[in-house]
């Protein structure tokens, strides 16, 4: 049943994009409305997937000897964990979704079938790569993956779109090749391709790589950063993000499917090779600094976008920071439940996006210059709650993390790095505060405050169940929680740093609050506006990219001219 | 009885295709029945090949450049539109099919004459053609003659100077800095049919020779044969992006890649058949191109600026579609064969270093770059002052073959072409020793 399962739904995806493809012109809205029946079907199936494998072992299909991986290059095979039923229920529900929106949504565009069985396609590789038995094959599904984005982000009638698509294939490229560099370095060393083969060899052969003269590093510290960059790719890190806000000129569902689905296949790279990545301290420190600079910086630079898809986009590439910052903490299972979450709303706020615009046009509303309210300070009953948001809640996640769900708090310094990280973000709720000032009611500020608790706490127990779900031995987890450890000092570090900014920040919006003056030295006055625009020009990662691509044209044709003579 | 068929087989592969160029000679006068008897002699020369081989020793490549020759003559006939000036090209085609043939199948020391008329002819070729857009070449002409040379003393002289020559043609032919020029000549000036099949023709004779050669060479002269392909990879890599004509642009890039090839086989000191995979894989992608670029050169001049056609893909969806297909494959992009045999190449035969490493996965990267940028330019907005009609039935034929053989050779085992065994797990955990110095 299961075998069944796992070949069925990614077949199903293939028979939704040959209905859309195949057949004459006067048919075609009936086939889109059809396509919908296997995409549906796909979604039943992998939820029935999702159902059999909370009983039942992982399941492999081969299509190929494993012994021989490298005569039959391209090995077909499937391997259906539970992390990859996860994955699949969440990929062909989205899509279900997303097609069934865009059948109505694209119904007047000229480019509709394209668009359509591209989007079935596009789940199609999806779910294969998901289900990979193998690195060359989830690789195979994750270049077709690259190729089909720049193909859902093209519009050969609009220059800008053709131009972003572009830039989307170039920079998936240049991740894609160092996951490549990454494979080849792996069979190379551990002579496999299978992952469950390739973690146990990894795990008993440790090795180091001379790669300068004088230069040793762990090989699987090489082989890990190798397919992070890979993932970093796919997930828009910083400095790979460029290709996400380049290619907002796509059709809205194209945008739901890829910040729901798409996007996610870094965080899904990076949860399949967890027990490589664990072997790595090197590669999930670097992980957690990428991540932590990402979520900073895609957070800022959505904060000042003037444009909802671009602010949506920014929002994406700040979530993706973070998560791939969880998965820097060992806190792997938590960032898939990140992204499932994250990908779910950010479908639903994608495909509604469209109805604000138009609202927008049919309402327009102008901000206005004035500062009248600012005089009019918060509530004792606002800064009650903000007081409430800010430090109760974190306490009380701290005692049901450490008492109901026994989460090994003092074991793990990354598990206290990202309750620090849960305070900051609570405390950035402060700021919703400010919509609060004229309101100022118990009953608003107690709704706040239910629903936060109530959020949080559905949060954590879901996090707690979908851990045991998909990594059912709880010393595999305290595994890579121990693996991140941080020396001493550079963790008290970061906790004192987190506590400090949280604090100084409520101080300062406090004392804004009460009309008092903050001291501030002039330089950082100044500095405040220059970093506005900076941060409003995404800063400046486009101009640079610009500056970089001409300095190499002129530099490849000077080269040219001089060999030419 | 082994002789006799070690005689009559490759006598066979070599004589049909001269039978075809007699058939072409015989109906000079009509440019239709030519063409298809060009066609039909590619297509009896691989129908011969899948019968027969099989009774051939096989060679240390494998028996994929048999197959691919007359593939790539079909193809690149098929690309031409019928017209009076092509005659010539295709009647040369099937004769330089022959002689291929005879290099690869005839042993010593018939082989190497085979190959030596082969080049006398392109070096007589690209003497007589030449336009002024593309003036004659005496680097072009005097690299092949280095080759003929070099394989003159490959016969006469003795070991090392006999390896070192041999490898001296096979530069001419697998292209290899400062050896290029008589390839990227024969891409450019060569008439009609002739480049398409010239860019698999001649790679994967001079592979044939390097699978020879190779493991007789002095260990010494492998350290500067693999330094001369690092450099060239990335010297083929930078002269194609700054081309901006398409045939240059499509040469360096090949170039690039067939210079990745000899790193892996110095590094590997012999060259297998998953090398022959990366070798015809990139000479078919690079023959498809240029046969998607002769479908440009029809509708709008010879040596037209890609900048200033664009918006084919709505008004010719076919070539649009077969045309990106090519472009995927041409850059290594799964599932097509130059994937297939740079992965092969990658995973069996060990890097000789890291920074080797690093330079041949940036030629490998920079090509969707050039070829990405070549495609995105035809793609473009559409303009309407042009007229576009899309491929017709052979053109159409012609891109599609090679686009299906792209995807086999992606999508087979190399297991098929020859019955080499890949490295077991045991040798695999050996090996990690060599990285670790």
Redesign the interface.
Same mark, same amino acid.
């Given at each position: 049943m299961l075998l069944s399962l796992v070949l069925i739904v990614p077949l199903l995806l293939l028979i939704a994009a040959g209905i859309v493809m195949i057949g004459g012109k006067p048919s075609r809205f009936t086939r889109a409305k059809v396509a919908l029946y296997p995409i549906g079907l796909a979604f039943l199936g992998a939820m029935g997937t999702l159902a059999l494998l909370t009983s039942q072992d992982p399941i492999t299909v081969r299509f190929y000897d494993p $012994? $021989?991986?490298? $005569?039959?290059?391209?090995p077909i095979g499937f391997y259906v964990d539970r992390l990859s039923a996860v994955m699949m229920t969440l990929i062909t529900g989205v899509s279900t979704i997303v097609y069934c929106y865009s059948t109505n949504y694209m119904y007047q565009d000229g480019h509709a079938r394209r668009y359509l069985a591209l989007i079935c396609l596009t789940d199609f590789v999806l779910i294969c790569m998901v289900s990979s038995g193998n690195l060359?094959m989830l690789?195979?599904f994750w270049?077709?993956l690259s190729?089909l984005l720049y193909l859902l982000a093209h519009n050969?009638?609009h220059?800008a779109t053709?131009g972003g698509a572009?830039k989307t294939?170039?920079l998936l490229?240049?991740a894609d090749?160092a996951f490549?560099?990454g494979i080849?370095l792996a069979?190379?060393?551990?002579?496999?391709l299978e992952f469950q083969e390739l973690f146990a060899?990894a795990a008993a052969?440790p090795?180091?790589? $001379?790669?300068?003269p004088g230069m040793e590093v762990s090989?699987t510290t090489v082989v890990t950063f190798l397919f992070f960059i890979g993932a970093m790719g796919k997930s828009a890190q910083c400095p790979l993000h460029l290709w996400l806000p380049g290619s907002l000129f796509a059709p809205t569902p194209v945008h739901a499917l890829l910040h729901a689905g798409i996007i996610n296949a870094g965080g899904f790279l990076i949860n399949r090779l967890a027990p490589l990545l664990g072997l790595s301290s090197a590669t999930l420190h670097i992980a957690f600094i990428v991540g932590t600079v990402t979520a900073v910086l895609g957070a800022t630079m959505m904060l000042v976008q003037n444009d909802i898809k671009k602010t949506l986009g920014f929002s994406t590439i700040g979530q993706m920071g973070y998560m791939i910052m969880e998965c820097g903490l060992g806190a792997f299972s938590l960032a898939v439940f990140h992204l499932i979450a994250h990908g779910l709303f950010k479908a639903t706020v994608f495909l509604n996006c469209g109805n604000v615009i138009h609202k927008a046009r049919q309402e327009p509303h102008f901000f206005t210059m004035d500062h009248e309210d600012d005089g009019a300070g918060l509530s004792r009953l606002t800064w009650l709650t903000g007081f409430v948001t800010t430090l109760l809640i974190p306490l009380l996640i701290l005692l049901v993390t450490h008492g109901a769900l026994r989460i090994p708090l003092l074991e793990s310094q990354g598990t206290v790095i990202i309750l620090f990280f849960i305070w900051i973000t609570s405390s950035q709720a402060i700021l919703t505060l400010i919509q609060l000032r004229t309101v100022a009611s118990w009953k608003v500020s107690a709704a706040m405050l239910l629903t936060l608790l109530f959020i949080v706490f559905v949060y954590l127990f879901a996090v707690a169940s979908l851990t045991s779900f998909l990594y059912p031995n709880p010393e595999e987890v305290a595994s890579y929680f121990k693996a991140v450890d941080l020396q001493d000092w550079l963790f008290d570090l970061i906790v004192v740093m987190s506590a400090l900014v949280t604090i100084l920040g409520w101080i300062y919006l406090y004392m804004r609050a009460h009309g008092r003056t903050v001291w501030m030295p002039a330089w950082i006055e100044g500095i405040r506006i220059r970093v506005y625009t900076v941060f409003l020009n995404m800063i400046y990662a486009d101009w640079l990219y610009q500056v970089i691509g001409t300095m190499?044209?002129q530099l490849?044709?000077r080269?040219?001219k001089l060999?030419r003579g | 009885m082994i002789s006799i068929t070690g005689m009559f087989i490759p006598c066979l592969f070599a004589g049909i295709p001269f039978v075809g160029a007699l058939v072409c000679l015989v109906c000079w006068s009509d440019p239709s029945r030519v063409k298809r008897a060009a066609i039909i002699g590619s297509v009896i020369s691989l129908a011969s090949i899948a019968g027969f081989a099989g009774r051939l020793p096989a060679p240390p490549d494998g028996f994929l450049p048999l197959y691919l020759l007359p593939v790539a003559a079909l193809v690149s006939t098929l690309g031409q539109p019928v017209h009076e000036a092509h005659r010539l090209a295709w009647v040369m085609t099937l004769v330089l099919l022959g002689l291929g043939m005879g290099v690869l199948t005839a042993g010593h020391p018939f082989g190497l004459l085979f190959l030596i008329t082969l080049m006398l002819i392109i070096m007589l070729l690209l003497y007589c053609h030449h336009t002024t857009l593309w003036p004659i070449s005496w680097w072009g002409i005097g690299s092949i003659g280095l080759g003929i040379v070099g394989a003159g003393c490959s016969f006469a002289a003795g070991p090392p100077i006999s390896s070192v020559a041999s490898v001296a043609t096979c530069a001419v032919l697998l292209p290899l800095i400062p050896f290029h020029n008589g390839y990227l000549t024969a891409l450019t000036r060569l008439p009609g049919s002739l480049p398409p099949f010239i860019v698999l023709l001649l790679p994967v004779l001079g592979l044939h020779g390097l699978a020879t050669a190779m493991p007789t060479m002095p260990k010494k002269f492998v350290a500067v044969v693999s330094f001369l392909a690092l450099a060239s990879s990335l010297y083929g890599a930078i002269k194609a992006l700054a081309q901006s004509r398409v045939r240059l642009l499509v040469g360096y890039g090949s170039v690039s890649f067939f210079s990745i090839l000899w790193w892996f086989v110095a590094g590997a000191h012999q060259a297998t058949p998953r090398a022959a995979v990366l070798a015809g894989a990139v000479g078919l992608a690079t023959g498809g191109l240029l046969v998607a670029w002769q479908v440009i050169r029809t509708r709008y001049g010879d040596d037209v600026d890609p900048q200033s056609i664009s918006g084919l893909a709505a008004a010719m969806p076919k070539y649009a579609v077969l045309l990106s297909l090519l472009g995927l494959a041409a850059m290594g992009i799964p599932p097509f064969g130059v994937f297939a045999g740079f992965m092969g190449l990658l995973l069996t035969s060990p890097p000789s270093s890291t920074i080797g490493l690093f330079i041949a996965l940036t030629a490998w990267l920079a090509a969707s770059w050039y070829i990405m940028q070549m495609v995105q330019l035809l793609f473009g907005l559409r303009r309407a002052d042009l007229r576009y009609a899309d491929l017709r039935h052979p053109e159409f034929t012609s891109l599609l073959i090679a686009v299906v053989t792209l995807l086999a050779l992606g999508l087979a085992p190399t297991s098929l072409y020859s019955s080499d065994q890949p490295p077991n797990n045991a040798a695999a955990m050996e090996r990690p020793l060599a990285w670790n110095r």
């Open positions: $012994s $021989s991986v490298a $005569s039959f290059i391209i060359m690789f195979l270049q077709i190729y050969h009638l220059a053709l572009f294939f170039t490229r240049i090749t490549l560099a080849a069979y190379q060393l551990y002579g496999t060899r052969t090795m180091t790589l $001379s790669i300068l090989a190499t044209a490849v044709h080269i040219d060999e | -």
